[in-house]
């Protein structure tokens, strides 16, 4: 089950290598990837769930801009303010909410792209000490900008990894 639900791994700090740029430029791939990660689904097959009991291809396409939504405003209130609090949100909740139940999976796709083009400019004016700005989390605290991006750069490839992974085991 494991590695069904964590199929690139849990985010590991310690083992990633890649530069910021990198980073930076996964976040710039990804809404062309999952274009073509859901390209040519159905209907049922966007209903069926990733692994047992997770969430549908549809809800982790939708998930993707419910989340990094959140990133996008917690880079621009740390580069702003002073170690910002930022207020948590429950995906679990979000992802079940009954908004995107009926909206095309393209909608979330064309919002992503959207929101990386604002985030990836943002990033690429950014200088190296802006990346050591951040923001606190109320349970897990202080967290800097570049760890946050790599975080948002697994949580990329982690996601579009549920559904390449998918589609594999189905043959679809
Ligand atoms: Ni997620």
Do not use: C
């Amino acid at each position: 089950m494991e590695n069904l639900r964590y199929p690139i791994g849990r985010f590991d700090l310690s083992r990633q290598k890649e530069s910021v740029d990198w980073h930076i430029w996964m976040l710039s791939e990804t809404p062309n990837r999952l274009r073509d990660a859901v390209s040519g689904l159905t209907p049922e097959q966007l209903n069926t769930p990733y692994r047992p009991g997770g969430w549908t291809v549809r809800q982790v396409v939708h998930h993707l801009p419910d989340s990094h939504l959140n990133g996008y405003l917690r880079f621009k209130l740390a580069l702003t303010e002073n170690r910002p609090t930022i207020q948590p949100y429950n995906q679990d909740r979000w992802a079940k909410l009954s908004d995107t139940a009926d909206i095309p999976v393209e909608v979330s796709v064309q919002f992503l792209d959207t929101l990386h083009q604002r985030w990836v400019g943002l990033l690429q004016t950014m200088r190296p000490e802006q990346f050591q700005k951040g923001y606190v989390h109320p349970d897990e605290g202080f967290l800097s900008l570049e760890k946050a991006l790599r975080h948002y750069s697994w949580h990329s490839r982690h996601h579009l990894a549920q559904i390449l992974t998918l589609r594999e085991r189905m043959n679809w």
